[in-house]
């Protein structure tokens, strides 16, 4: 599997299948988080997603791209439980066929932004 494929795996079956079940298959134990909400390791994961998930998030891809140990994932994601939307880049490094290191830039979509052109969040 390559590196891209096991992020867009990931994606489908952890974050919009809501599937916590069987994160070792996708993450390192040791799995280091750059995001301040989210602690380190795959526990820590495991605790932010419990709480996410509350959200009913559901991630629809833009594009994905991988350059060596890195994966790229542009996506819309949308809180279906509360309404709201946000545009989302992920970053991934991963180490042994498995998800290491994570980095992300998120931006909140709201229904009356307005845009100095006409192309739009996507």
């Known amino acids: 599997m390559t590196n891209k494929e096991l992020v867009l795996e990931f994606y489908e079956r952890v974050f919009n299948g809501h ?16 995001s301040p ?14 709480g996410f998930f509350k959200l009913d998030p ?10 060596g140990d ?13 309404g709201g939307a946000a545009k989302v880049c992920d970053i991934y490094r991963v180490e042994d066929g498995k998800l290491a290191e994570h980095w992300d830039v998120i931006q909140r979509i709201s229904p009356g932004d307005k845009f100095n052109n006409p192309n739009g969040h996507f």
């Open 70 to 82: 890195r994966v790229f994932v542009f996506f819309r994601c949308d809180f279906r439980a509360v």
């Open 58 to 67: 559901h991630m629809t891809i833009q594009s994905v791209a991988a350059e």
């Open 37 to 50: 909400e989210v602690a380190d390791g795959l526990e820590g994961f495991r605790t932010f997603a419990e």
């Open 19 to 34: 599937d916590l079940t069987d994160l070792s298959r996708y993450m390192r134990e040791d799995y280091r988080q750059h």
